[in-house]
């Protein structure tokens, strides 16, 4: 059997009236044996174990389930050991009960194919009667209310008798009153978001312009105003103190003296000395003396 060089190639049939050399043997999965292309399929070579990886299920009488013989095991077996443990008979009219379409007088099965679900009731019904006024659909159900208060309230107002109107009245004006304040704290709480980011958008501005806190008590709305920055300061002091410590200092580096003039009369400060003779002869007519 085989060549010279490969004195292993090849296998016999094992038919009895076969015999014939395969270079190319088939093996059965559930005997083992070795067969030629010809009977290389249970019924050729008549396959004692063919039916071993078969698969049979016996439907249970008593509660519709469906019991899996085993090849090597006696029938009567598994079926004693399936009443034993899993049968239920509470489960036969669950599995054997067909549908009908819940039209009263209606007798057609709502099976697979002619089973329609109404949009509005989410009920099943047959081709006959899948709109809905052949089913008399009751419609859509109104949904709850986002808000549960609101819901329990309008059902409240629903079952109270006419003659107690003017109490659901009240609570209607006591629950419009809560959902007002409500909206007033919602609105003071972002007012003082938005005074407060304001705020830290000055102090941070200021803080960019080299100006410290001991300087910047006396900045804001003030009549006197930096010549060089537009900042406005309450006193002529502060307006003072804040030249010499961010624009002298600027002006120091860049070799640039800066000078205000102050008005003998009200202590205003002045850079242009045009400015504070116009300022005396405007708001102290026309002299300087203190």
Not at 75 to 103: F, L, M
Request: charged share 25%.
């Amino acid at each position: 059997m085989g060549t010279p060089e490969f004195p292993n190639l090849g296998k016999h049939c094992t038919v009895d009236d076969c015999k014939q050399i395969d270079f190319l043997p088939f093996t059965c999965d559930r005997c083992q044996q070795v067969f030629c292309l010809e009977h290389r399929s249970y019924v050729q070579h008549n396959c004692p174990k063919a039916d071993r990886k078969d698969v049979t299920v016996v439907i249970c009488p008593l509660c519709a389930k469906g019991v899996r013989l085993i090849p090597d095991q006696d029938p009567n077996i598994t079926w004693e050991a399936h009443v034993n443990t899993e049968c239920d008979p509470s489960n036969y009219e669950r599995a054997t009960k067909k549908r009908k379409c819940p039209v009263q007088g209606c007798k057609e099965l709502l099976t697979f194919s002619n089973t329609i679900r109404c949009r509005d009731c989410n009920v099943d019904h047959c081709l006959t009667h899948r709109f809905g006024p052949d089913h008399k659909c009751p419609g859509r159900k109104k949904p709850e209310p986002a808000f549960p208060f609101m819901g329990l309230f309008s059902r409240s107002l629903k079952e109270e008798p006419k003659t107690n109107r003017l109490s659901a009245t009240s609570s209607s004006k006591w629950t419009s009153s809560i959902l007002n304040a409500a909206s007033t704290v919602r609105a003071s709480a972002e007012a003082g978001m938005s005074k407060l980011s304001n705020e830290f958008s000055q102090a941070l501005q200021m803080a960019r312009d080299g100006v410290g806190p001991s300087s910047s008590s006396g900045r804001g709305t003030g009549p006197e105003v930096c010549p060089q920055c537009n900042a406005r300061f309450s006193s002529i002091t502060t307006l003072v103190e804040h030249v010499q410590k961010v624009h002298e200092r600027s002006g120091v580096r860049a070799n640039v003296k800066v000078t205000i003039d102050v008005c003998p009369k009200c202590s205003r400060g002045f850079r242009d000395p045009v400015s504070l003779v116009e300022h005396v002869e405007r708001d102290h007519g026309g002299t300087s003396k203190a």
